[in-house]
Every structure is written in structure tokens, then in C-alpha cells.
């Protein structure tokens, strides 16, 4: 049976980091402990209801890339078990579909982001300048266009609560050097490209994703946090693709229709949810898991 956790309750374990979605403990043995949690987060707000079993969706998915791509790149994953590093008393089962034992990393200090069709902010940008991160791209494409070639389009890192900003490869390269820019550019298309092909064998078409870095101690690239979910990609499905419009999507989408139907300033606090829009979002997430991983979800 699915499980439903709002914030990871872990006495004993210290706390580093509560974003939107998860919460991190360091183990003080060079690995962490992180938990995805159930919350939802709209235009950078985390609302006050959960959608139950999202966490551990959001999980198995990830866990589900991280295995198929390690032949592109390495993972955060260390394969120890869950239930090995709770405190005493806790539920094992809580946890043990939603909480992964990963290395600590550092992280590269800048989101990588691919994008193989014209759509959200690089619509936006593309309409405002005819480029998208410093790149020009082809003069009339439509909304949702598939582009000539996948493009990588990198932005800053905001805090909760504030929003990430998209800049240009040159810029990525004097934050962070521009060796590991274009080390995190090529894994990010590589991947891209093979989780691409992927989820069109499954008849759902993966138009954007983002990624995190982080590096060890003896500077090896991994891919970390979480990867090719609903949450951090735009999936839509194949048969209700067409261009010029925003095609439905697997995710939330439900979540932020109904929310601009509301009198609200997208500003904390944000407002409840009604129970069909909860369903919905989290049958969506179900549907994703299932058809791009092969997981059923109960």
C-alpha cells in the first residue's frame, strides 16, 4: 500500500536540507539520506496538501533512470538499504519506496537543462529574442515545435521560494569553470537523448528535462537528487502531441490549472486543494511510473 509523508520525521538524524519536495540528513559517513516526501510545490510555492504516494513515485522512477543511464554516467545511488540507517522506532515501510542512501556530492552549482522541443520559459525567450540561453534558433517555429537538435540550456540554482534564472553557456562556463560546463552539457544531452528514444517506445514524447551534478572527492561527475520524473521533465503523451499548442502533460498540470482559476498572488501560503485535483495529479504520476517504467503503482 502506498504511503503518505508530508516532512520526514527522523530523530536522531541531522536535518541539512527541506526543499520543496525532499528532506536530507546527513549520516556523517559521507552519505546522506534522502527522502522524497509527498508534498507539491506550485510556481515555486509548497502547498499545504500532500498527494499521497507521490514521493514514492517519484523515487521508483528516478531509481528506475538512474539504473538504466549508469552506462552514460555515474549515479549518487550506493545500493545500501534504507531500513540499515533509520533510528530506532521508525517504520521501515515508510520509507522504503521513497528514501534512497546516496554518496555525498558536491554539487555543480548550476541546473543543466536539456530541451528537445520549443516550450514553457524557452518559448518565452524564444518569442522575446529568437533564442533560447544564448543559443538562435530557427526563425518561425511554432509553440511545442520539435527542435533540429536537442539544446542545452542551463540556469542558476534559486533558493525555495525564488525563482531559477536561465542563462547562457558562457555564463555556466565562468561559474563553474568551463571543463565541467562542458562536461555536465555533453552528459546532460547524452542522457537526454537516451531517455528520448526511451519514452518514445512507450508512445510518450520527453520535450525537456533537467538535471543536478555533483563531483566526489576525486572530481568525478555524477548525476544526483532525482532524475527524468515528472516533476523535473515535461512528458507528454504521443497521441495528444500537436504543435502549436501546450500539449497535456505528465505532471502537475492539474494542480496549476486549477490554480489559476483562484484569486491568489502565488505567494505563500499557497491554498488547499480539492480532493479531485489531488486524485487526478497523482493518477497522472501513476501513469508515468507505469507506462515509462513498467512500474504499477497501487
Same mark, same amino acid.
Given at each position: ?40 510545490? /506550485? ?86 529574442? $529568437?533564442?533560447?540561453? $544564448? ?5 518561425? !517555429? ?6 533540429? &537538435? ?19 553557456? /558562457? ?7 568551463? &571543463? ?25 514524447? !520527453? ?18 537528487? &532525482?532524475?527524468?520524473?515528472?516533476? %523535473? ?12 499548442? %501546450? ?39 501513476? &501513469? ?11
Amino acid at each position: 500500500m502506498a504511503t503518505t509523508l508530508l516532512h520526514a520525521d527522523l530523530p536522531g538524524l541531522n536535518l541539512i536540507h527541506r526543499g520543496k519536495v525532499r528532506d536530507v540528513f546527513d549520516l556523517g559517513d559521507g552519505h546522506l539520506l534522502m527522502v522524497a516526501t509527498d508534498r507539491l510545490s /506550485a510556481f515555486d510555492v509548497v502547498l499545504p496538501d500532500p498527494i499521497p504516494g507521490k514521493g514514492e513515485m517519484l523515487c521508483q522512477i528516478s531509481n528506475f533512470w538512474f539504473g538504466k543511464t549508469a552506462h552514460i554516467i555515474a549515479n549518487h545511488l550506493t545500493g545500501i538499504d534504507v531500513a540499515s540507517v533509520l533510528p530506532a522506532g521508525v517504520d521501515p515501510a515508510l520509507y522504503a519506496r521513497r528514501a534512497v542512501v546516496t554518496r555525498k556530492l558536491t554539487p555543480v552549482p548550476v541546473e543543466c537543462i536539456a530541451r528537445g522541443y520549443i516550450i514553457g520559459s524557452g518559448w518565452k525567450d524564444y518569442q522575446r529574442t $529568437g533564442a533560447v540561453g $544564448g543559443i538562435t534558433l530557427p526563425q518561425g !517555429l511554432q509553440q511545442a515545435q520539435e527542435l533540429p &537538435e536537442p539544446i542545452f540550456t542551463p540556469s542558476t540554482k534559486a533558493a525555495v521560494g525564488t525563482h531559477d534564472e536561465n542563462i547562457d553557456f /558562457a555564463t555556466a562556463a565562468h561559474l563553474i569553470g568551463r &571543463e565541467q560546463a562542458e562536461a555536465v552539457r555533453d552528459a546532460t544531452l547524452a542522457i537526454y537523448r537516451f531517455a528520448r528514444d526511451h519514452a518514445a517506445q512507450r508512445g510518450i514524447i !520527453l520535450a525537456d528535462t533537467k538535471f543536478e551534478f555533483g563531483t566526489d572527492d576525486d572530481g568525478r561527475l555524477h548525476v544526483m537528487d &532525482e532524475m527524468l520524473t515528472p516533476d %523535473s521533465s515535461r512528458y507528454w503523451p504521443a497521441d495528444q502531441y500537436a504543435i502549436g499548442t %501546450s500539449p497535456p502533460s505528465y505532471d502537475k498540470q492539474f494542480v496549476r490549472d486549477y490554480l489559476e482559476t483562484l484569486d491568489w498572488n502565488k505567494t505563500a501560503p499557497g491554498p488547499k486543494l480539492p480532493a479531485e485535483v489531488i486524485a487526478r495529479t497523482r493518477a497522472k504520476y501513476a &501513469e508515468a511510473l507505469e507506462r515509462l517504467a513498467g512500474i504499477r503503482f497501487a
